[in-house]
């Protein structure tokens, strides 16, 4: 075989190798056959007693359990097991950790993510919450951790790119999910940052001509502060001017 025709065919089989595997790769760690679909058991140290999990032909499952301690951890179960990457990317999105993963493509939104301080509320409210609803966020990261350490199979495949091992789920790591949510539906803050801004210059009737007032009895987010002055350096971090 001449070198040429050696050279052309490791041209062709090379890429078409580093394909299949690739392929191969996210087959495993992706497709419904992860999913069981057949009724299946938890019983891990820190349970009462096992825990039975019946998924349905769509791969959803139903958790049956003797405690509520115990259906929240195996739901922490679960969940890591079928989404754990969407839950990591999520916690590091929340607490602006994403660069120390994805490389500095990612530092500008941690900083802003730091700067409203979304992980440090989540870990505020935790402190803050009754002993039942403690103990069922504190079984739930122990059912995330258990399938953490003893996950047998192959890594997904984000995970396996990036090249890093998780680290142990904590209380706060759920809480900060509805920090998250509550900030993409706060979306509407420049406008709110302009009225306050607007409002310190001109008459409040045109000000309600362009933002027809709240009812007397509605709600107030914030109260009683010096709102341009409370909202600008917030606007200056985003690299968004107002005024």
Known sequence: MSK????????????????IAGLGGWLATSLPWQIPLFEW??????IAKPVRVLPDENGVP????????????ALGYVHARDRFWQMESMRRFGSGRLAEVLGPAAVDNDKWMRALGLYRLAEQAFDGLPDPTKQALQAYAKGVNHWLATDV???????????????????????VWGKIMAAWLGGNWLDEALRARLAAKIAPEKVGELWP?????????????????????????AGLPLW
């Open 213 to 237: 007032s709240s009812p007397a009895d509605a709600p107030v987010t914030i109260a009683a502060v010096d709102r341009p002055a409370a909202i600008q350096p917030a606007a200056q971090l």
């Open 41 to 46: 058991r938890i019983d891990a140290p820190g």
């Open 153 to 175: 199979g192959l890594p997904s495949l984000e995970f396996a790119l990036l090249r890093y091992t998780p680290e142990p789920w904590r209380p706060a790591d759920s809480l």
């Open 62 to 73: 139903t958790i049956t359990a003797e405690t509520a301690a115990d259906a929240y951890f």
């Open 4 to 19: 040429l025709v050696r050279r052309i065919i490791l041209g062709i089989v090379g890429p078409l190798f580093a394909v």
